[in-house]
Structures are given as structure tokens and as C-alpha cells.
């Protein structure tokens, strides 16, 4: 279990989300589409697991201050056509599936060194 305290919307949280919202905004005047995602976006909090591939940090989104999970896929682990495939197919069947009982799959975006894939925070413990 989480503190929430400890992992609240603190101040500097809402002065990074309303200069969110100015480039947002500056950039969707300029351009006509909403800008790309980037790790700017999240406030990571504290590291809550470790895999093969990668690992996953519990974070905070700026502009709507949730807790979600963001699951960090080193791209050196995907340099082989079939582990491209497993995590691609990981993206199509959670952008696809919607139930209460699956964790959902928000959005997905690349940093120079890695895949990343927010998706919904369900504290607790761990599935194993």
C-alpha cells in the first residue's frame, strides 16, 4: 500500500501542470493537433517492479495528478524481430480489451531508450 500523503499533488506538481497547459495549448494553436506525449507529462514516484525486459515505476500524471503505473521496456532487449512482436502484441491486446477486472492500457510513447507504456495504477500488491 501506497502513503498517500507521501504521493499527493504537491505544489510543484501544480506549477508544472499549468505550464503543461500553456504549451499544450500554445502548441495546439500552432500545429492543430495535440502534442506528443513525453516523459515530462509524469512525476515518477518510487520504483514498484523489476522484470526481464524492464521495469515499473509508479508516477503521477501532471495534468490530471492520477496514479499510474509506467512500464519502462529497455529498447536493447528489443533488437530481435520476435521480442519486437511480444511487446507489440501486449500493446494491441490491452489497447483492445476494456473490463474491470484487466488493467488498462492509457497510452504509449518512446524516450530515446526505452518503450513506455502508462497504464492504470492498481495498488496492492503484487499478482504473484
Known amino acids: 500500500m501506497i502513503d ?4 499527493s499533488v504537491n505544489d510543484s506538481i501544480l506549477k508544472e501542470r499549468e505550464r503543461l ?3 499544450n495549448k500554445s502548441y495546439y494553436r500552432k500545429y492543430r493537433q495535440i502534442p506528443p506525449t513525453s516523459q ?15 521495469q515499473v515505476t509508479l508516477a503521477i500524471h501532471k495534468l490530471t495528478g492520477r ?6 521496456i529497455n529498447k536493447s532487449y528489443m533488437q530481435d524481430v520476435y521480442s519486437k512482436q511480444k511487446v507489440m502484441q501486449e500493446v494491441y491486446i490491452l489497447k483492445k480489451i476494456r473490463h474491470s ?8 510513447f518512446q ?3 526505452h518503450f513506455l507504456l502508462v497504464m492504470e495504477y492498481a495498488d496492492g500488491g503484487d499478482l504473484l
Open 111 to 113: 524516450s530515446p531508450k
Open 4 to 7: 498517500e500523503d507521501r504521493f
Open 40 to 54: 515530462d507529462f509524469y512525476e515518477f514516484v518510487e520504483l514498484i517492479g523489476k522484470g526481464a525486459f524492464g
Open 101 to 108: 477486472n484487466i488493467i488498462r492500457l492509457f497510452e504509449v
Open 21 to 23: 497547459i500553456k504549451y
Open 67 to 72: 496514479h499510474v503505473a509506467i512500464k519502462a
